[in-house]
């Protein structure tokens, strides 16, 4: 006899997507041309928290920040932004879920002024008012001092900082960083991770791409280590400590 459908066991948790999510990605493969760089990445994050992923170098943390704004050049897999999936949607469509992506090279306009770099992207319809100017320069003092100087004559710091204040006028929540604190003096690392503190306590979520150990392990919540194209280990902040030896080996530090 076959059971009726309505009283078989309702399909396991796993099995359920999780529409709470920030972000949830599920099974994602990702391509650049011929070459298969992701191989089933499954990761998440909840409203409010801070992710990072942490991996050497070609692991696939960059790769994995560009499929979800659809810049690969094939994906396949579940990319769901707030419950909304992805895949399969044009790509200026996604920052519009309230996606705001800071890109290693951080794209400052050098022939325009740190406020005209500002305001430069328009604020999008995703239900978030963006950052006003006041509430950018309160949370990178630095900038309100250069707000006149053309990008060419903004310290590497000041031009990240302005990177990524760039997204957060835009109305995103979601914030997907890429190496922010890479190459900058210790000063401005610090400038950068109390900014990024305030801004979790504002509630945004964060997918942190980075090699500084110890500027992610004062940040985040939870922490993915990439191999190969894959999430190899999956471990809260405070397993950090537990996890020292097995990181050491799979990154180095
Ligand atoms: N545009 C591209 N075309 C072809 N292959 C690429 C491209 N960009 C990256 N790759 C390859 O994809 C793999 C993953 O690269 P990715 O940039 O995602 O690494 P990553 O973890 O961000 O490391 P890092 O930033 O330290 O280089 C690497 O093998 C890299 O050589
Ligand atoms: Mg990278």
């Known amino acids: 006899m076959t059971v009726p459908e309505v009283l078989q066991a309702p399909p396991g948790l796993a099995d359920i997507p999780d529409l709470d999510a920030a972000l949830l990605i599920d099974n994602l493969h990702a391509w650049y041309g011929e070459s298969h760089v992701l191989h089933g990445v499954n ?28 810049l690969t050049s094939a994906r396949t897999g579940s990319i769901r932004v707030s419950g909304r999936e992805v895949i399969g949607i044009p790509r200026h469509r996604v920052a519009p879920l309230g996606v705001g992506y800071c890109p290693e090279e951080r794209g400052i306009f050098a022939s325009l ?5 500002f305001l430069l992207p328009p604020e999008l319809k995703t239900g978030f008012p963006g950052l006003g100017e006041e509430e950018i320069y309160a949370l990178f003092p630095n900038l309100r001092d250069r707000a006149k100087s053309p990008g060419t004559r903004l310290s590497g710091g000041e031009q990240q900082m302005l990177a990524v204040a ?6 995103a929540r979601l914030l997907l960083l890429d190496e922010i604190s890479e190459g900058l003096a210790p000063v401005i690392v610090q400038a950068l991770g109390r900014a990024m503190n305030i801004l979790k306590n504002k509630g945004f979520s964060i997918l942190l791409v980075e090699q ?3 500027f992610s392990a004062n940040l985040a919540d939870r922490f993915y280590v990439m191999e190969g194209g894959r999430i190899v280990l999956e471990m809260a902040r ?3 400590e537990k996890n020292r030896a097995t990181l050491k080996g799979l990154l180095g530090i």
């Open 43 to 70: 990761l998440h994050v909840e409203p409010g928290e801070t992710v990072c992923l942490l991996g050497r170098n070609g692991a696939g943390r960059t790769t994995t920040l560009r499929a979800v704004m659809g």
């Open 113 to 117: 002024s740190a406020q005209e770099n």
């Open 166 to 171: 760039r997204i957060l006028r835009t109305g």
């Open 212 to 214: 500084n150990f110890r």
């Open 238 to 240: 405070a397993d950090l």
